[in-house]
């Protein structure tokens, strides 16, 4: 089993930065693709980043695209989430969760494990 503890969200200007890091315990970490959802008030949760369990793949929304970058480190059991030229429509709680496969999907139900959250606010 994987439990996964965000961390790093808060309130932001837009065109501001913030980075995200999603800690994981249990043995499977490195070898499980990772990703980042987020949820905006009255939306679905949607993709936003996944990265395969060794690091090698990436994947980003459109909408992150060129800002936000991933990266995980298997040492620390540790996944991150570099986001910069932060945009209000950015404000959402982010959800790290670990893929079922070393690789992942951009799916909700490709995913096994989820953490609890983090809020980010970008005012304009």
């Known amino acids: 089993q994987v439990q996964l503890v965000e961390s790093g969200g808060g309130l932001v200007q837009a065109g501001g930065s913030l980075r995200l890091s999603c800690a994981a315990s249990?043995?499977?970490?490195?070898?499980?693709?990772m990703g980042w959802f987020r949820q905006a008030p009255g939306k679905e949760r949607e993709f936003v980043s996944a990265i395969s369990y060794s690091g090698g793949i990436t994947n980003y929304a459109d909408a992150v695209k060129g800002r936000f970058t991933i990266s995980r480190d298997n040492a620390k059991i540790t996944v991150y989430l570099q986001m910069n030229s932060l945009k209000p429509e950015d404000t959402a709680v982010y959800y790290c969760a670990a893929s079922r496969t070393a690789y992942f999907g951009i799916d909700l139900n490709d995913y096994r494990y989820w953490g609890q959250g983090t809020q980010v606010t970008v005012s304009s």
């Open positions: 249990g043995r499977t970490f490195s070898s499980v693709g």
